[in-house]
């Protein structure tokens, strides 16, 4: 045990920390899972639970009500990180689970951030998940479905936790002015007004929130015996709003999702939006350029062939010029990703193909079009009857460089729309002149 230092007194925790709940009345939010009878609720109270993972964005209380679990059930409670904790970290863990599960003493393992952990660190809690060493609480932000094994999940329930509403955070911070272990002993003036924006600001995030109230606090003017916080303050430390958006979480994709589809609905407005959303968040500007010049091709294709033109031509500025100025290269990119026509021939024609390619993978080179860089080669009759199109009149052979088996494919399919229209015209003129020059298609 180490000694207490004797600045140890001056050391507060953060507010968050102080204020964390030890109960599920004290506990704000999630009504769906610990309302009156709903079955979390239940299965706490009734000391029935059993391998569970919380599933929801930051600041939404994962931990704190795992802590809560265990202390109402009486168990032994060991927190788990996926930086620190190795196969070997784990084992050691576990077998003390085991002798405490041999003495009537339940564990229960806190994983947070479980989606960080490899394989083989998951693989690892199962068997005594599977033998009920231990009670496994695992927290993500991440969907579990994709990021926690198969197995693993299967022997777990899965709660969705949701983000808090104003409500909730607005409760949280008038209990942190008038509880004790908040700032309950000092007198604080906050407008209700102000205690709404900090709410609002938020996002559905508890330690924002009270990191928030925090910091206002103490940069409040002392008027006399109370701290008075007011609107100018408030603005002084939160100089601009804080975007939900971890790079690696679900909310990454699903901003990258609404660019996407806005530009395919040909929503100009919707698109420049989402890429402020992104790029306010701190997203990288050569990813978002990397998905703009998929998008040029996947969505726009064959109908403004220009468009991956622009596509790079961003992904090149920004890749020189860099944050903040930029923005305007890849808002220029949407703005025309978003007006072009609109085509998804090249993206069909790759998965058709791709399906046929899977399917028939050992389906042989013909030999008129193999390479022949031997001797050998050449006596096996690769490359016989090859037709070079630049020695023609028409520049078009008749040549047959399907296999024979998928003679009658037609991968391409242009469309209507913009360029394409032209390029559809040219691929029927192609098929034409072949039929009557006795190509095989």
Not at 290 to 300: G, L, N, P, Q, Y
Request: negative net charge; aromatic residues 8%.
């Amino acid at each position: 045990m180490e000694q207490a230092g004797i600045f140890d007194n001056l050391v507060s925790q953060p507010l968050a920390a102080r204020l964390r709940p030890e109960s599920l009345d004290e506990y704000e939010g999630q009504e769906h899972l610990l309302g009156k009878g709903r079955v979390l609720r239940r299965m706490i109270e009734q000391d029935r639970i059993s391998s569970m993972i919380f599933w929801g964005p930051p600041g939404v209380g994962k931990t704190t009500l795992a802590q809560i679990i265990a202390h109402m059930t009486q168990s032994v409670f060991i927190n788990f990180s996926a930086v620190i904790s190795g196969i070997k970290e784990i084992r050691n863990v576990m077998e003390k689970a085991e002798l405490n599960r041999q003495i009537g003493q339940r564990t229960i393992v806190f994983v947070d951030e479980i989606h960080r952990f490899n394989k083989a660190q998951q693989d690892a809690f199962l068997p005594f998940v599977e033998k009920g060493s231990i009670i496994l609480i695992g927290a993500t932000t991440e969907n579990p479905s994709f990021e926690v094994n198969g197995a693993l999940l299967s022997r777990c329930r899965v709660f969705v936790l949701q983000p808090l509403s104003v409500q909730n955070l607005s409760n949280m911070l008038r209990h942190a002015l008038e509880s004790p272990k908040g700032f309950g002993r000092q007198k604080v003036e906050v407008e209700d007004e102000l205690l709404d924006i900090i709410a609002n600001f938020a996002n559905g995030d508890a330690r924002t929130a009270l990191s928030t109230l925090e910091m206002v606090v103490l940069n409040g003017d002392m008027e006399g015996d109370t701290v008075v916080v007011n609107r100018e303050i408030l603005e002084q430390c939160v100089s601009k709003k804080s975007l939900l958006y971890d790079k690696n979480g679900e909310e990454h994709y699903n901003l990258i999702s609404a660019l996407h589809k806005s530009m395919r609905n040909s929503d100009p407005d919707a698109a420049v939006y989402w890429l402020a959303r992104i790029l306010e968040a701190g997203e990288d500007p050569l990813y978002v350029a990397r998905r703009v010049t998929r998008f040029a091709s996947e969505d726009v294709g064959m109908a403004d062939p220009r468009a991956l033109e622009i596509a790079v031509a961003a992904y090149q500025a920004c890749h020189f010029i860099g944050m903040p100025e930029c923005t305007v290269h890849l808002t220029e990119a949407v703005v025309y990703m978003a007006l072009a026509p609109k085509s998804n021939a090249m993206e069909v024609a790759y998965n058709t193909a791709r399906v046929d390619a899977m399917n028939m993978i050992a389906e042989p080179v013909p030999l008129v079009i193999r390479n022949a860089p031997t001797r050998l080669m050449k006596e096996l009759n690769y490359g016989k009857g090859y037709q070079y199109a630049h020695d023609t009149e028409d520049k078009l052979t008749n040549m047959q460089c399907l296999p024979d088996s998928l003679l009658g494919r037609s991968y391409y399919q242009p469309t209507e729309e913009g360029f394409e229209v032209r390029y559809k015209e040219r691929l029927r003129q192609i098929k034409e002149w072949k039929r009557k020059h006795g190509a095989k298609i």
